[in-house]
């Protein structure tokens, strides 16, 4: 039960995670711009304190589109156990989720336009407590986890 | 089981056009008012007569198309409802989905002697009843219940069985939960809002000179005059939560039904709340010591079911108040599964540290924030009036250290915590829907974690968890609650 998971999400999440990070910190972006022109022109500050929110955005980009990706990827892995599904992600904090086939009611698979482009999906599988996801699958592998999972959970519907 | 397409009570009729006209009035309020503040003159009065005239007749007819509108039977193994004055609907729900059937007596309902009865699916979980008749009598609802099979009674027998009493809540009992339920902070806040309504009236009728010599005529100091000002609030809150729970609770039976497949729940003085909350639907019990409660060893006990998601007081409180001791006893007469009141293993001694820190760092915050103030040139009034609160915090943190702990027993988790008030949750294996173990950067340094386990609740979920367990114990709970470890320890039987 210590060991972690097996089975890790598709190296490609990375790069859609490192796209769609980039993408999410575009309008942070634009105000650290703006508030560093907005300091420049208007503010009696010395030049220096112009640079000060635009580096300060600029960082929480680089992080959040190139380092986080990364760590991510690394810590997420899931499995699927003989009687339940196990899930690890979490990049501080670390969480570990197991949850029975026999909870499961139904899953499904989505993929958004960004991740259609990457060939990937989200698996969503839904317990009464609401859903759990494992997302950035290959397309062919989710679908197949997809399945599998609702095989097992129709052998133990036990409720 | 068919039946023939039945109509509502003619009491359906008048109770259908109040509801109507309180949606009508609440969009004619505004133009009325405008109405009004522009000065009362005689064609304005008339304007108003005539609206109202023109409402009672509009709720009359309204009221009696949707009374003929509406018609219910019973028949292909599902219960049928059709309604609608302008778009027809017809709500069909097969009578296995079925997962409660509650009445419950409105003031207008009791005014005419009906019930509404609201159906339930395990589906629902939203903030509507699947299907609710408004007015049916009393006679109605019990054949309709009997026909949705929510009672197992052999057919024939006129009346329902006689449920078995499990507890009764004694006036006595009311009142002493109405005084310690904890809900006078809401009533202060109404009591609050409603003295800034009086304030405007006061000043607009009352000159300032009047209202001066009024108040130095009631009390000389004006010290003294707020502090009777606020024990006079403090009072009148605390009247209101007892009015506002008497009213709510008076009556509280709890039963049992004699399969013992349902449990039943009646309540309240003005509103009559009847309803059956299936036992296999409980997911997790909880044992709620309130601040004002614990004291003298009195707790609540809620329940999560799923499938309901209605407003908290209806079915969530499975009853008000009764001796601490005595919980389990009555959860055990509800159902075995549920009745635990194990030892529980405290928290280590590490993670005394993390629960008062985590009190601390707020209280500390606020202290700066006020000495930054002092610094600016602010009174140092502010100063020190939070500089007690790093202390509270201490003992705050130190208190929900205190009284955290966890056990494990029979297939059951019970977890004890405190935010307010002391809550001790009791949830069975066979209903966790997930279980995770969480670890924050700083738990993973000191060896801690954070378990919790996710039952079905309403529309969505609920978590039970535990902070600061020790790492090993809390990835005992993760295996010792699994589906296949369990079936050894505690065999049900499957399928």
Same mark, same amino acid.
């Given at each position: 039960?210590?060991?972690?998971?097996?089975?890790?999400?598709?190296?490609?999440?990375?790069?859609?995670?490192?796209?769609?990070?980039? *993408?999410?910190?575009?309008?942070?972006?634009?105000?650290?711009?703006?508030?560093?022109?907005?300091?420049?022109?208007?503010?009696?500050?010395?030049?220096?304190?112009?640079?000060?929110?635009?580096?300060? !955005?600029?960082?929480?980009? *680089?992080?959040?589109?190139?380092?986080?990706?990364?760590?991510?990827?690394?810590?997420?892995?899931?499995?699927?156990?003989?009687?339940?599904?196990?899930?690890?992600?979490?990049?501080?904090?670390?969480?570990?989720?197991?949850?029975?086939?026999?909870?499961?009611?139904?899953?499904?698979?989505?993929?958004?336009?960004?991740?259609?482009?990457?060939?990937?999906?989200?698996?969503?599988?839904? !317990?009464?407590?609401?859903?759990?996801?494992?997302?950035?699958?290959?397309?062919?592998?989710?679908?197949?986890?997809?399945?599998?999972?609702?095989?097992? !959970?129709?052998?133990?519907?036990?409720? | 089981?068919?039946?023939?397409?039945?109509?509502?009570?003619?009491?359906?009729?008048?109770?259908?056009?109040?509801?109507?006209?309180?949606?009508?009035?609440?969009?004619? &309020?505004?133009?009325?008012?405008?109405?009004?503040?522009?000065?009362?003159?005689?064609?304005?009065?008339?304007?108003?007569?005539?609206?109202?005239?023109?409402?009672?007749?509009?709720?009359?007819?309204?009221?009696?198309?949707?009374?003929?509108?509406?018609?219910?039977?019973?028949?292909?193994?599902?219960?049928?409802?059709?309604?609608?004055?302008?778009?027809?609907?017809?709500?069909?729900?097969?009578?296995?989905?079925?997962?409660?059937?509650?009445?419950?007596?409105?003031?207008?309902?009791?005014?005419?002697?009906?019930?509404?009865?609201?159906?339930?699916?395990?589906?629902?979980?939203?903030?509507?009843?699947?299907?609710?008749?408004?007015?049916?009598?009393?006679?109605?609802?019990?054949?309709?219940?009997?026909?949705?099979?929510?009672?197992?009674?052999?057919?024939?027998?006129?009346?329902?069985?006689?449920?078995?009493?499990?507890?009764?809540? @004694?006036?006595?009992?009311?009142?002493?939960?109405?005084?310690? /339920?904890?809900?006078?902070?809401?009533? #202060?806040?109404?009591?609050?809002?409603?003295?800034?309504?009086?304030?405007?009236?006061?000043?607009?009728?009352?000159?300032?000179?009047?209202?001066?010599?009024?108040?130095?005529?009631?009390?000389?100091?004006?010290? #003294?005059?707020?502090?009777?000002?606020?024990?006079?609030?403090?009072?009148?809150?605390?009247?209101?939560?007892?009015?506002?729970?008497?009213?709510?609770?008076?009556?509280?039976?709890?039963?049992?039904?004699?399969?013992?497949?349902?449990?039943?729940?009646?309540?309240?003085?003005?509103?009559?709340?009847?309803?059956?909350?299936?036992?296999?639907?409980?997911? #997790?019990?909880?044992?709620?010591?309130?601040?004002?409660?614990?004291?003298?060893?009195?707790?609540?006990?809620?329940?999560? /079911?799923?499938?309901?998601?209605?407003?908290?007081?209806?079915?969530?409180?499975?009853?008000?108040?009764?001796?601490?001791?005595?919980?389990?006893?009555?959860?055990?007469?509800?159902?075995?599964?549920?009745?635990?009141?194990?030892?529980?293993?405290?928290?280590?001694?590490?993670?005394?540290?993390?629960?008062?820190?985590?009190?601390?760092?707020?209280?500390?915050?606020?202290?700066?924030?006020?000495?930054?103030?002092?610094?600016?040139?602010? +009174? &140092?009034?502010?100063?020190?009036?939070?500089?007690?609160?790093?202390?509270?915090?201490?003992?705050?943190?130190?208190?929900?250290?205190?009284?955290?702990?966890?056990?494990?027993?029979?297939?059951?988790?019970?977890?004890? @915590?405190?935010?307010?008030?002391?809550?001790?949750?009791?949830?069975?294996?066979?209903?966790?829907?997930?279980?995770?173990?969480?670890?924050?950067?700083?738990?993973?340094?000191? +060896?801690?974690?954070?378990?919790?386990?996710?039952?079905?609740?309403?529309?969505?979920?609920?978590?039970?968890?535990?902070?600061?367990?020790?790492?090993?114990?809390?990835?005992?709970?993760?295996?010792?609650?699994?589906?296949?470890?369990?079936?050894?320890?505690?065999?049900?039987?499957?399928?």
């Amino acid at each position: 039960m210590r060991e972690e998971p097996k089975e890790r999400l598709d190296p490609r999440a990375k790069t859609l995670w490192r796209l769609s990070g980039f *993408l999410e910190m575009l309008p942070v972006l634009a105000a650290g711009l703006g508030l560093g022109w907005a300091v420049a022109r208007y503010g009696d500050q010395p030049p220096a304190m112009a640079a000060v929110p635009v580096l300060a !955005t600029l960082v929480a980009t *680089l992080v959040n589109a190139f380092v986080l990706p990364e760590l991510r990827w690394r810590r997420w892995r899931y499995e699927i156990r003989e009687d339940e599904v196990d899930l690890q992600h979490g990049v501080f904090w670390v969480v570990r989720t197991l949850v029975p086939f026999a909870r499961i009611q139904h899953v499904d698979t989505r993929s958004g336009p960004l991740q259609r482009r990457f060939g990937l999906a989200t698996v969503v599988f839904y !317990t009464a407590a609401g859903p759990n996801r494992i997302p950035e699958l290959a397309a062919p592998v989710a679908a197949e986890v997809r399945d599998r999972i609702a095989e097992l !959970t129709r052998e133990r519907d036990e409720l | 089981m068919s039946s023939e397409p039945r109509h509502l009570h003619p009491a359906a009729m008048v109770i259908e056009g109040i509801r109507a006209v309180r949606g009508w009035a609440s969009a004619a &309020a505004i133009p009325g008012l405008a109405a009004l503040l522009g000065g009362l003159s005689w064609w304005v009065l008339a304007l108003l007569l005539l609206g109202v005239v023109s409402l009672i007749f509009g709720a009359a007819l309204w009221g009696f198309l949707s009374w003929r509108a509406t018609v219910y039977w019973v028949s292909g193994g599902a219960f049928h409802l059709r309604s609608g004055v302008l778009q027809k609907k017809e709500r069909t729900i097969p009578l296995e989905h079925v997962q409660s059937v509650d009445t419950v007596q409105g003031i207008l309902q009791r005014l005419f002697g009906v019930v509404e009865v609201r159906i339930e699916t395990a589906g629902g979980g939203s903030s509507e009843p699947d299907a609710a008749l408004p007015a049916v009598s009393r006679k109605a609802a019990d054949k309709l219940r009997r026909e949705l099979g929510g009672e197992g009674v052999e057919p024939g027998v006129e009346d329902v069985p006689v449920p078995r009493i499990i507890r009764r809540l @004694s006036t006595r009992d009311l009142l002493v939960a109405g005084a310690t /339920s904890g809900q006078i902070g809401p009533a #202060a806040a109404l009591v609050g809002a409603a003295s800034q309504f009086f304030d405007e009236l006061y000043d607009r009728f009352l000159s300032e000179e009047a209202a001066r010599s009024l108040l130095e005529a009631l009390a000389p100091h004006a010290f #003294a005059a707020a502090a009777l000002l606020l024990l006079g609030v403090g009072l009148l809150a605390w009247l209101l939560a007892i009015a506002g729970t008497v009213l709510a609770y008076a009556g509280f039976t709890l039963s049992r039904s004699p399969d013992g497949r349902n449990v039943h729940i009646s309540r309240g003085l003005l509103n009559r709340y009847e309803a059956t909350i299936p036992v296999s639907r409980i997911q #997790a019990v909880r044992v709620v010591e309130g601040v004002l409660r614990q004291p003298f060893g009195l707790a609540s006990l809620r329940v999560e /079911s799923a499938g309901y998601g209605r407003d908290e007081g209806v079915s969530t409180t499975l009853f008000p108040m009764l001796p601490r001791r005595e919980a389990a006893e009555l959860l055990a007469a509800v159902d075995e599964g549920l009745a635990a009141d194990p030892p529980l293993t405290p928290l280590p001694r590490r993670a005394f540290r993390r629960y008062v820190l985590r009190a601390l760092l707020p209280a500390l915050l606020a202290v700066l924030a006020a000495a930054g103030a002092w610094l600016a040139g602010a +009174g &140092a009034v502010w100063f020190s009036a939070v500089l007690p609160l790093p202390v509270l915090a201490v003992l705050y943190g130190a208190l929900r250290y205190r009284d955290a702990g966890w056990a494990l027993e029979g297939g059951r988790l019970v977890v004890r @915590s405190r935010l307010v008030a002391r809550t001790t949750s009791i949830a069975p294996r066979r209903r966790l829907q997930s279980r995770s173990v969480l670890r924050s950067p700083l738990q993973r340094r000191v +060896g801690l974690a954070t378990f919790r386990v996710r039952v079905a609740s309403g529309g969505g979920g609920t978590g039970v968890e535990v902070v600061d367990l020790d790492l090993p114990s809390a990835w005992r709970l993760m295996d010792a609650l699994g589906p296949s470890s369990a079936s050894d320890r505690d065999p049900v039987p499957s399928r």
